[in-house]
């Protein structure tokens, strides 16, 4: 063991076309570090590792591993290097044993029954519990990683690199796994976590590197800050205290009453006489367990179904018989939460993809007739105001990263000026600051005298926006409660069912 | 080792090269083939491409290039407008049977009138029996989700059936000592559709192909429902949180397809095939599929596709009378067509890496 740094990353820079991903990064890992790279998505993590594990080649900047310059030209010379990689989706082979699959990942695999001892003895070292024997269809996704990590510690590497690796677990397997890394730096290997939880960095970590738009601009011990402090690092000035001021409840903009569905598919959940008021100025949260009739009632309320007459009355009048575009014009507004082939055409450019539903409100359609120009001015105004990261308006909608599209579908509809928007899960996958920025919009909407629905299974972000909390489950919707001084237990009996509402009524 | 990787967007370059690729390769194909059979390969290469067009009896063949590419391009239109849909209408056929019927059945109605309404008519006639034979499996798709891929297949026989039964039955001609087949139309001048300017080989069906290339344009590229049919066809529930009803766009396509192949029908038999017979399908309808993949459903390269197509046509019978080639030459090479188009797609939608194995 020497006091030398094991990686060292000096000046690196990448660039993709329209994108600079990486620019003059330069960091240290130590041996027996625990170091995290910590940035929103699209910071530049990915790209960084990539060129690390020979993925990538880096356009300036150099790297030395282990006091040798590191140059690799593929990730077989990565490894023979010293560098291993776990990566966030796994490469097994189902229908093989743990065993085989292992020694498939090998250079120079040895014979079966050494290798299922080295597996026993690499398992039993650093607590990771596997059976070489059994076949990988029959493992849970943690124990799937464990077979990726194993695969890795066989090559004793001097530097592991682990991409998100708690996203796929429960906490007890996340536990354990932090455990083994534990274990591991103990034995001196350098540990490069990437991850944007930021409360397992600051529990787990020695040291962490955070990233935002490819450039460094921070390095700290994150245990000797909060989560907020590293989210402000992370998204830069961008994280603003939400503002909830400047509302007041008006007048009654949206009225649904005895609202029922068949369930549309076998999977799917039936409606049972939903009924919901929603006042202008106000914010009404719905939450529940996905798979609780959200997806149904968006599409009740988009208009993507119809009800029976009467069901759905938007300022007195019926909107229950009538499709997307005639609500869309009437001002009832909708943003479903699956980003890439719901709310946008992926294929789309973003100008096509503001036609998908601004074409009455901002007049980008006349007389069936498309005003491109002015769909493509449209898609611009959006990606100015919400600060939409992409080269322009016509790059396709899955080109973007999540968090970006999910901006622009938010901003499509608030900047129509809705009288009353509904969004389904509108921050989920969504990075930090994106979702910060996507919420306070919707206040801001609010905040205008607009009526806002937010459904989510995100129950800070529904405590966070809502002036009234619903409870939905089983495709019933409780009576609102409001969420001034609702805490998080009792939202928790709500959501259990119908004993949980009468709780809450009390 | 060769890999496979997907482009994140499909190569513009690609989308263009492929078809010229395909034709290439078919040729290259082809020519070993005619080698093997123990034919001179590039004679009969040019007697199928180069002669039709610029060989020593150019005169009676290239007007026939109009006359073919004409109910080409008309179908192939259509079809493309529903697979961008995702609406696979392969019974074109079938509907420009009927289409011929249709319109046939008001000229032999008229007959002997000679106002000016009855062509126009005969054309009306003509889309809407096409629609209407394109409506049934729209509405058992909308009714029963009955697949429309099945459906529409099956009515080209049953369409079969039906002009058979016209030639020998309702529309024989009375006058025609007791040979099965209609009275030729090409002799009833208010019903005939004529080669508008001479050794050109354009008829009216010709000016309707170049109609609906540029209507197919618009409608595609400039009208909010064909972004809405560009939409369902990519990303279906997208499409419909926009506003676009699956059933309504399902009857729009297949009718609409349906109208087209009808009236393709229609200037056939009131033109260069003249009659009503039990051959009224001479394949026109499954060849239009091949021509709007051909073309990248887009209309202009249908325009292109139409043509090449149609000189197979005329290129094979060519090489038939003069090199013995035998008749299924055409079929072979238009299949080899699709095939080559088909395996070249590839290209649009991957990029071919090669990496050593780990």
Redesign the interface.
Known sequence: MTDAAVFQARGIGKSYPGVRANDDVSFTVAPGEIHALLGENGAGKSTLVKMIYGLVRPDEGDMVLNGQPHQPA???AARAAGVAMVFQHFSLFDALTVAENIALGM?NPPPRRELSARIAQVSQDFGLPLNPARRVVTLSAGERQRVEIIRCLLQNPRLLIMDEPTSVLTPQEAELLFATLRKLAGHGTAILYISHKLEEIRTHCDRATILRHGRVVDSCDPREHSARTLAAMMVGGEMRPIDRSGRQAGEVLLQVKGLSLPAPTAEGTALKSVALTLRAGEILGIGGVAGNGQDELLAAL???TRSAPGSILLEGADMSRL????R?TAGLL?A?E?RL????????SLT?NT???A?ARKQL?RK???DRSAARAFAEAVIRAFDVRTPGPGT?A??LSGGNLQKFVIGREVMQAPRVLVVNQPTWGVDAGAAAAVRQSLLDLAGQGAGVIVISQDLDEILELSDRFCALNEGRLSAPVPTDGLTLDQIGLMLGGAHGMEVAHL | MIRLVPR???SAFWQIATPVMAVAATMLAGGLLFAIMGYDPVSAIRTIFWDPLFGPAAGYSRPQLLVKAAPLILIASGLAVGFRAGIWNIGAEGQYIIGAITGAAVALAAYPASEMWIFPAMVIAGALGGWAWGMIPALLRNWFGASEILVSLMLVYVAQRIAAWMAFGPMKNPEGFGMPGSRNLQQYPAASNPELIAGTGAHWGVVAAVITVLAIWFLMS????G?HI??AG??P???????V?PQTLVAFCLGLSGALAGMAGLFEVAGPAGQITDKVGVGYGFTAIIVAFLGRLHPVGILLAGLLLALTYIGGELAQLTLNLPAATVQVFQGMLLFFLLGFDLLTRYRITRR?T?
């Open positions: 593929d990730p077989r250079e988009s208009g993507e499709g997307p575009e005639a869309r909708a479903p699956d082939g719901h709310a946008a055409v992926p294929d789309f096509d036609l998908l539903t074409g359609v069936g007739l498309i396709a899955k080109a | 994140t967007e499909a400039r009208h909010i429902r972004f560009r939409a990519t990303a529930r997208a499409a419909r949180f926009a506003g009803k050593v780990a």
